[in-house]
């Protein structure tokens, strides 16, 4: 049995650190088109580690795709590695595209709210920097508003005792992150950090928007 102390003491080291990441060729594809068809629209957010945001994204009803990647900095086509270092002005985001027929962005905003906190500065838990910023960039104006009306209605209601941090903007770019960092809960399951961080967040979307789940 892991107590609660051990668990902070774990959940504190960085299992993987920039330096420990292998050195993978980077994907330079720039790629902030909205993926609109008749009935898709694509929204990105940053809440943290991508490993848990693309973790439970990619698990809901009505999402096409959730890719990890890096978005909001000014550094043409980063690197893990860079942006870890907090250099870059990237936030790690995930670009989740949506079918409107099957789900909607105030869905998304929905479990996006409960599964992170939107109200640390530039961190969640343990993870600490710009790049864990909570943020939401938008590809339309429709989205910025149904965005603004959520978080209205979250200081309105009182959720959180503290203050909505979540940068709001307009979609400037989009990086692909690396193929490692793509479906890596499912494909590292047993690694710590999966193990303590992102399966609590797959496990409270799944307790709490089970009707929501694929
Ligand atoms: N603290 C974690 C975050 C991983 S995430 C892809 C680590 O350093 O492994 O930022």
Avoid at 2 to 12: D, E, F, Q, R
Avoid at 13 to 22: D, G, Q, V
Avoid at 77 to 90: K, M, W
Avoid at 96 to 108: G, H, K, P, Q, W
Wanted: with cysteine; hydrophobic share 30%; net charge neutral.
């Amino acid at each position: 049995m892991i107590t609660k102390t051990l668990k902070l003491i774990l959940l504190s080291l960085p299992f993987f650190s920039c330096n420990s990441a292998t050195n993978k060729p980077v994907n330079n594809m720039e790629n902030k088109e909205t993926i609109t068809s008749g009935t898709t629209d694509t929204i990105t957010l940053g809440g943290g580690c991508f490993w848990c945001v693309e973790a439970v994204f990619s698990r809901m009803k009505g999402v096409v795709s959730a890719t990890s990647g890096y978005s909001g900095g000014s550094v043409k086509n980063p690197a893990y590695r860079e942006v870890c270092n907090g250099t870059t002005g990237h936030a790690e985001v995930v670009q989740v595209v949506y079918n409107r027929n099957e789900t909607s962005l105030e869905d998304i905003l929905s479990v996006f709210f409960v599964i992170h906190d939107p109200t640390t500065l530039n961190r969640q838990g343990a993870d600490e920097g710009t790049q864990y910023r909570s943020a939401i960039y938008y590809h339309n104006e429709e989205q910025r508003k149904i965005i603004e009306d959520a978080i209205g209605k979250l200081t309105a209601e009182k959720v959180f005792s503290d203050k909505i941090v979540t940068e709001v903007a307009p979609i400037k770019n989009f990086y692909k992150a690396e193929d490692y960092h793509q479906d890596y809960y499912t494909q590292n399951t047993n690694q710590p950090y999966c193990r303590l961080v992102v399966k609590s967040k797959v496990d409270k979307f799944e307790k709490l928007f089970k009707e929501k789940m694929k």
